[in-house]
């Protein structure tokens, strides 16, 4: 397999005056074939402005042609699909399997946004009539819809090389919303990036779009990244990563002369409440369950669950005995890359050096970027006292905490942070809950789960992955689901403007036959 390295910038290439660097093997710290340049500040330049100028045809094209384009591009992934899947495994130390997987969830999400955008309700249409008689005002007559909001940056995740990255969900929701991207290839699998962005390039001209519908830069966030942000033709962010990725982006989109919204994954450890009917009952299966989902994927998701709260006792604690063999059982696995090895090995020597966590399961490194089991216990005050305990390590850890009370697991629900889901195990028994538990959770999350685990995002209309501060930077948004189209458009109103002048959207007669708010009323008239 062959790579040219440059950036893509619409149908040219970028340069190669720039510094150079190759994709890095995680299993054996090797350098792989290819050299790949760094975007230049010229690339930058024109890949946005190139956005810029292909935002005023793009955003108005039909639903049927926006739809061709999303099809096209995952009819052109498929056919890359031999390609991606050989070199996947080499910059992520992930598994064919895995790349298959996820570039089948990849492919669906064009599709299902071109379901989307076809169905045309999305823009969320409203009319209402003229009354020019009404006394004392007259009435205007209202077009109300959602538009695209101009050209996206979208940054490729680490841990999702094809899901969350250069034709990930952000990707295909700023397409589906009419907006052209520059895509931010991640720096450790650039090789996997060259090729899905290739295929998207491909697609751009055989639907005979605009060159600047679709561009992707080569080299770090904070090399390539950050210019781009602060690029005034750049009018939204989309992100996966590190809280401190994140937060810099937002402090950088925030400080521009014209700021912009960032729609920022970050940190999230996605705690488990056990009631305690359900840890009597199901203690076995709550065990291999919950070992499981944490060392899934290495425990690189996520939802991965790195806190589980369970009722203090004997139930408790055997259960804490025998998942900690289960996880000592467990096998550990190679980080994606070189810094999330890093950034865990800090993360649990922190915990385990901690003087009031006791380490209860564990096993030392040894293969390069190696990621181990760790699963810690501590105490509700101790927790409620230091709130780094609660602080993310990304991987296959996890720590347990045991509560008194309801009124103890209030107090440890009220004083985490943001997260993107939180899980209650709870049995017949247990009902009603109580409410207030309910409430203390729904607070803090975007997705509340019953008795499930975490690790596992379905696609579909009715996901939400996005919740309070800091596991996303805007809690009224979701990276997931069809409903991520309304962080890339924005409500927009035509009043008294003359029907010829009129989106078909909201013309007369309902063209496109989509279901609308007509003067209070939901009709497809």
Known sequence: MTFHGRSLIGFA???IDTTSFQAMNPATGSALDGTFYTASSDDI???????KAAFATFSTTTPSERAAFLRAVADELEAARPDIVARMPLETALPEGRANGELGRTIGQMRMFADLVEEGSWVDARLETAMPDRAPVPKPDLRYMRIALGPVAVFGASNFPLAFSVAGGDTASAFAAGCPVVAVSHYAHPGVSEIVGSAIQRAVKTCNLPEGTFSMLQGTGQDVGIPLVDHPAIKAVGFTGSRFGGLAIAQRAAARNEPIPVYAEMSSINPIVVRAHALSNRSDALVAGLAGSVSLGVGQFCTNPGLVLLPAGADAESFI????????????GTALHAGIAQAYGEATRNRDEHALVETIASEDGGQVNQLNPWVFRTTAQALLA?????????GPST????????????????SLEGQLTMTIQADDADHPMDTAIVRAMQARCGRLIVNG????????SAMVHGGPFPSTTDARSTSVGTAAIERFSRPFCFQDLPQ?????????GNPLGIWRLVDGERTRS
Do not use: N, W
Request: hydrophobic share 40%.
């Open 453 to 460: 685990f975490p690790t596992g995002v379905e696609v579909c």
């Open 386 to 394: 230091d709130e780094s305990l609660s602080g993310e390590a990304f």
């Open 500 to 508: 010829s002048l009129l989106p078909p959207a909201v013309q007369d």
């Open 45 to 51: 330049d024109r890949a946005a402005s190139l956005a």
């Open 13 to 15: 290439h970028g340069s």
């Open 399 to 414: 720590t347990i905490v045991t509560y008194a009370d309801d009124a103890e697991l209030l107090d440890i629900l009220g």
């Open 321 to 332: 005995s025998r998942f900690a063999s289960a996880m000592d059982a467990s096998k550990g």
